[in-house]
């Protein structure tokens, strides 16, 4: 069975500063995938990276990155130049697709909140 | 152009009815699926469903039941609906069948509420 953790329940930073939340997982697959979601409060969820875990490149979206560290079984996401908007829960979730289906396994979240 | 759409977004309704939440996705997605997001947050997937094959989480009450007319649509039928109900509810799709695709794409949401 896999499992997402997300340690920091809450965290804060200040505008234009840098963040980074924690995520570890365990799964015992080869081929997963590891997504980061953001949920603001609008309650949209909505994709802020992915990365796929046969890749060893960090993914990077902008001023979104990740350090996936696969042997330590751990995918952290750095904010850089924190903006008011990214205020809002972020979800860490994994999926395997071995089969016809896959089903996102979430972490418990982190709520970010970035001040002025 | 609204990826996934659910309807309705608030739902307020007593203990004892049954209610309906409709989810389509014009995505040309094969797969659906049903989360349920708790007071704290927390995101738990509640059916996939690929090509007709239902595929249940041991944990959902029967009371719960998923509807398929067609690729595009995934209705949650809720019967007998109690307290503990209340949620957020997200239905999701995404393209299993393409190498490389993994992201799920939701919709915006249902707040269910049981009184």
């Known amino acids: 069975a896999q499992t997402v953790t997300q340690s920091q329940p809450e965290m804060s930073v200040q505008e234009a500063e840098t963040v980074t939340l924690s995520c570890t997982y365990d799964?015992?697959?080869?081929?997963?995938?590891l997504f980061w979601y953001k949920q603001p409060p609008s309650r949209q969820m909505i994709l802020v990276i992915r990365q796929e875990a046969y890749k060893q490149q960090n993914a990077t979206e902008n001023r979104f990155s990740v350090n996936f560290q696969k042997a330590a079984k751990s995918f952290s996401l750095k904010i850089s130049d924190s903006q008011l908007g990214d205020t809002a829960m972020y979800f860490c979730?994994?999926?395997?697709?071995?089969?016809?289906?896959?089903?996102?396994?979430f972490g418990k979240g982190t709520k970010l909140s970035v001040k002025p | 152009d609204t990826a996934v759409s659910q309807t309705p977004k608030y739902l307020v309704t007593q203990m004892g009815n049954d209610k309906s939440i409709k989810c389509e996705q014009n995505l040309g997605h094969d797969t659906m699926y049903w989360y349920k997001q708790d007071s704290k947050k927390f995101l738990k997937i509640m059916f996939s469903y690929n090509n007709k094959e239902l595929i249940i989480n041991e944990t959902v009450p029967n009371r719960f039941s998923p509807k398929s007319p067609d690729k595009a649509h995934l209705n949650l039928h809720i019967n007998s609906l109690e307290l503990g109900d209340s949620a957020v509810y997200f239905c999701a799709s995404s393209q299993v069948r393409i190498a490389g695709a993994g992201e799920q794409y939701f919709g915006p949401g249902t707040r269910l509420t049981v009184t």
């Open positions: 979730a994994s999926v395997y697709y071995g089969g016809s289906q896959g089903n996102l396994i």
């Open positions: 799964t015992s697959e080869n081929n997963y995938y």
